[in-house]
C-alpha cells in the first residue's frame, strides 16, 4: 500500500531553520506531483508549496515570501521543504501529499490522492 512517511520536524526558535522530508513507497514516485500543507490548532489545513513530477514547477503559498524551498529527489522516493527563518506562527503540523496530475502543482488539497500522517513543527518566541 502507498505510505508517505513525514520526519525532520520539531522545536525551533523564531529565525531558525528546519528541513523536513517525506519518504514515498508504494507508489510511481516519478508520476506523481508532491504537496506540502500544514494544519494549525483551531485551523483548517492549508496549502504551503507542491511541486511537479519532475521538479521542474514549484507553487508556494504567498505567506512562504521565499523562506521555504520545496524540492524532491526520484530517485530516493523523497521530497523535502526546506524552511527558513521560521516564525512563531508557521506553528503546525506538516503534512506531505502525492497527486497523480500531470500539470501545474495544484495548490487545492481535494485533488491529493494520498496524505502522510503529519509531522510537529513548532517555533518558540
Known sequence: Q????????????????????????????????????????????EFVAAISRSGSLTNYANFVKGRFTISRDNAKNTVYLQMNRLEPEDTAVYYCAADSYWGYPRSSR?????????TQVTVSS
Not at 512517511?5 to 508520476?31: D, H, I, K, M, Y
Not at 481535494?110 to 503529519?118: A, E, K, S, T, V
Open 2 to 45: 502507498v505510505q508517505l512517511v513525514e520526519s525532520g520536524g520539531g522545536l525551533v526558535q523564531a529565525g531558525g531553520s528546519l528541513r523536513l522530508s517525506c519518504a514515498a513507497s508504494g507508489l510511481t514516485f516519478s508520476t506523481y506531483a508532491m504537496g506540502w500543507f500544514r494544519q494549525a490548532p483551531g485551523k483548517e489545513r
Open 110 to 118: 481535494n485533488p491529493y490522492d494520498y496524505w502522510g500522517q503529519g
